[in-house]
């Protein structure tokens, strides 16, 4: 089992910058793939970015590509997503979750280890 805590959201005005947080604790954290997601209001939640287990390997949405960076610590058992450029469709709650690869979480993950998640709200 992980638990997985989010942190980091906000308001920010459009154009604006806001760095999220996952940190992550139980199973071996570094042995997983991570990953974003976001849901908003009325919506269904959607894939955002992942990162495999080493760090190397990068997968991003297209709507958030170029803006969004995500990245992790594994000395910390923490990933992180920077955010630049926010849209205010970049509105939603933010999740992380843990998964065996890159493909599992951009089809949404098996797993269910979701955060409680955090809120950003970008005005325009």
């Known amino acids: 089992q992980v638990q997985l805590v989010e942190s980091g959201g906000g308001l920010v005005q459009a154009g604006g910058s806001l760095r999220l947080s996952c940190a992550a604790s139980?199973?071996?954290?570094?042995?997983?793939?991570m990953g974003w997601f976001r849901q908003a209001p009325g919506k269904e939640r959607e894939f955002v970015a992942a990162?495999?287990?080493?760090?190397?390997?990068?997968y991003y949405a297209a709507s958030v590509k170029g803006r969004f960076t995500i990245s992790r610590d594994n000395a910390k058992n923490t990933v992180y997503l920077q955010m630049n450029s926010l849209k205010p469709e970049d509105t939603a709650v933010y999740y992380c979750?843990?998964?065996?690869?890159?493909?599992?979480?951009?089809?949404?993950?098996?797993?269910?280890?979701w955060g409680q998640g955090t809120q950003v709200t970008v005005s325009s």
């Open positions: 139980g199973r071996t954290f570094s042995n997983y793939a």
């Open positions: 979750n843990a998964d065996d690869t890159i493909a599992s979480l951009s089809r949404g993950g098996k797993y269910d280890y």
């Open positions: 990162i495999s287990w080493s760090g190397t390997g990068t």
